[in-house]
């Protein structure tokens, strides 16, 4: 059962409410293993909903699923330099198995590109055997002294897309597809907005020739880099020999892609819409859309008002919403409310014994607008026709709101450093700059205010005027969006 | 592409015909790391129908999925005598992480008992909290040196249940539920006939009180364990501090189950079901049910053709049919029509030009029973409305074909060793035989035959005269089942 006592204030301490509401919300909970956690069924839940809608969007952009190995040898993460570089200080070795030392040590993948292309090599040997368009959904390891649950942890579930092309022009398409795909997913089904754009050169994948990355704004006006989609170029194919015969007749190395997304956005989901009173879940991510709260006193009413939030279940289900009866019997009504808004079920239906006499229903909506009331007296045949209608409305009034705070914490058209250091060290946010491209620049404003460049933003997101000064002084030559970031 | 080279008749070596078909048909295929495989996209889209109705099936019976961390403690493997006796030899240990020699070293899960237990020690205070129904797909570890791919690998893909129940009567009640999942799941879907019953103390799970399990018949005759339910009694609870307080007041230690089926079942389908040709997959287990081949010669004749083509796989796809067009130019319809063939896709549909002018298809069956014809010449319309009823019908032809070899293959009443040696090294097959329950009986027939007791089978399986004698001389209490395994 979920803790009764009130959580820290957002306002009073972010990061202490997040640790608590992802707990008592029973998302997921700390484990023996130091970094690694346990997803609880709600977390997991929601997981599941994600995991579906990405996996769709998959499919219908024509990727496949396929299953690689967890354990990689040591001398495959090392064939690209750049990537061993970034990888290595993170990795879970296996030097024992089946009672012996091992010949060579195992790394637990921190991601899977050297042993997929590796055996891409195997399977691809003419441009008619291009594009390979393949996902895996696993788990992966990358060793963390400090974790905080579904943001950093050392072992967690993610999906890997990993594809192979005949030219770099397709690569950097599919690229860019499947970083629409993930800006179309954060937004339609976690209502979370994101600015989509390019990392510079000292944020981008280790290994990628460029990364592209969606950048969330949490409540505390932290970034959160949701989802990212590198375009690989050759640098792995040169490395594992992924070569093809061209139709010319040519022997040419493949040009690949690889994107992720993990179980990170359950965090920024919390992040994103959580009040003091618990989480929120958008409708379509939610594993229950719709709990009915039975009410009564005594037991002939009992079975009647029970009786009834069955049927009304039954008949919802019917119109394919995911509702769920809760009739404990040892919990009084006002601790089954607050466990499910602790829990961030979107819409709770009560129904006692007047209700049932006036063939009423109760609907209470787990957040609100702006003068909208939060209890509807509704006749319960009206109840059950709009609420299919009134799920759809409240995700869209998600995103809706969570967009109105994005865009009243985004920073545009800042000149000075000053003015940036300002901005970052008081209410934080999205601050857009010019900047040259100098990555001494980037350094210098990292050091000066603990700040990242996030991402030099795609077209959706640049401001209606170019800036024309570098944040660090001299010609701008492309805008950017700092921000401290989780 | 897959190879067109003949594959060895199962007749001549079923083992090397098993090895060949597994990667010709792309199911899976060997991975650079020792005893790791990959699993192809052909294999993986059977795995997922395979996952989703097995995950609706729990469902229905009340479980939620979670996640549980992939690394587990030494110490909590050694906790229960007979569990670190049965998983020692094969574990994976991680010694290192993150540039450090870890204090204590983590295993790769072989399964999850410890750690899940652990957890729900924390979750569990009352007998209100329980029973805990809770399931995990994941991927475990037991090492292994010679391994084949789907049957016996290092790195498997599973789903395991965990539960935990107020009394001992109630957690034998889910064992033998989820058992009849199993078995159900696995005749309806897989078309793969079991005999259920339950493992001799030599035979079951390391930790558990009973298992019980499902045991099907390959077409070599030997039994392959596809699926176990255990009884876990109070086992582990004892060691995790697994307590609840009863209704009454008292401190009690609650009672365990786990369950679990792995991809070892795609191996089991390909036994079941695949001739000389290639694999044959189930209907309900297809990615692709239908592939619809253009036939053509002729630019002029293709473009009429290729569309025709599309227009019916559109309309068997709002029949709800999973259907694909294999409009590839660069191969002949012959190879197209192996390779499918190859893969087990169980209907061809062809269509050249005087198919369109005479508004008829071609409908080729991947199996046929006695007498039945393999093509079909119909009438568009007819071959629309009618596919999905012949999916249905040949997805019970499949059950049925397999179940008729299965009885053929039973050996009932037999008394004598020798009778059983003569039978286990000539045909093969399941023989029936009473035995004593004495483990020197059963230790002596594996030495001498070496087979192994698959179980003590339960009431549907039970010859219809129980056996009076022990197969090792003496009285008979029980009937049990023998058979040469994978």
New interface residues.
Partial sequence: ?ADDKALTPRAEDFSAWYNEVVQRAELA?H???RG??????WG??I??HMQRALDDMFKATGH??????????MS?IEKEKEHVAGF????????????KELEE??V?RPTSET?IY??YA??V?SY??LPVL?NQW??V?R???RTRLFLRT??F?WQEGHTAHATDAEAEEETLRMLGVYRTFMEEWIAMPVVTGLKSDSEKFAGAVRTYTCEALMQDNRALQAGTSHNLGQNFSKQFDLTFQSEAGAEEYAWNTSWGVSTRLVGGMVMTHGDDTGIVVPPRLAPTQVVIVPIYRKEHERTAVVEKAHELRARLADAGVRVKVDD?D?LNPGAKFWEWERKGVPFRLEIGPKDLAKEQVVLVKRVTGEGEDRKAFLPEAQALAELPQRLEDFQAQLLERARARREANSHRGVKTLEELKEILDGPGGFVYTGWSGDPAVEERVKEETKATLRCIPGPDFRSPNAPERCIGGGDSTMEVVWAKAY
């Fill in positions: 059962m909970d484990s023996p293993v690694s956690m346990v997803i609880r069924p997991y839940g997981w599941e496949e699923n396929a299953y690689f190995p967890l354990l990689i040898p495959f290595k200080p993170e990795l879970a070795v296996v030097t024992h198995a089946g009672g040590p195992l637990i042993i590796s055996m195997k399977w040997q008619r055997d393949m696993a788990n390891m060793w963390e002294l050392s072992e579930l404990r040892h």
